[in-house]
């Protein structure tokens, strides 16, 4: 499978039968390398309505005849604008043939980017599994004691965890869901778009290196790497 970083926390699986976007912000996004036209996938995964997240995900699924993934309020919203949804919802899962998708929790908000805003539902996070692999996207969140649970239940190979603070987990809270996760890899995502959030990821990947089992890989926007 080969992973893309599309920047912020969005990113591009390619596996052997299947394409899965997650979170595809790139209109607008001043790090992305991709614009929306590059991207095809059969799946794209909304983790909630803010606009840096939702991003660029109807036009992706309308261009590749995808089908939006997300929470109930989230997929009806983008349905109404033309996209093939799969509406879901916390702690249920599905199995789309070559991958499987379950939905997590997540602390976080979720609405539009209108004004007034439209409320979209309960934030949420991934379980992906496919090509015999499972990566955990943890969406937007602060750390909670349950991604101890969802380390037990599921045997991760990647999980995506964000690190830039202010909004979502910072570091520190980051290297303790890495140890209650206990993934074989992770890769850092929700930093350095902003000032705001800006953040040394090689420091966490030594920290992180140094306290748990795991291998940190970080992945520059339009960078990609392959796990076997």
Sequence with gaps: MKITFLGHAGFWLTGNQTRVAIDPFLTGNPVAKHQPGEIQAEYILVSHGHGDHLGDSVAIARQSNGTIVSVFE???????????VHPMHIGGSYNFGPVRIKLTPALHGSSSGEYPAIYLGNPCGFIVEMDGLTLYHSGDTGLFGDMALIGRRHVLDVAFIPIGDNFTMGPDDALEAVKMLTPRYVIPMHYNTWPLIAQDATSFKQRVEAETGAEVIILNPGESWEIQ
Excluded: E, F, H, L
């Design 74 to 84: 989230i997929a009806n919203y983008c349905a109404t604008q033309g996209a093939t």
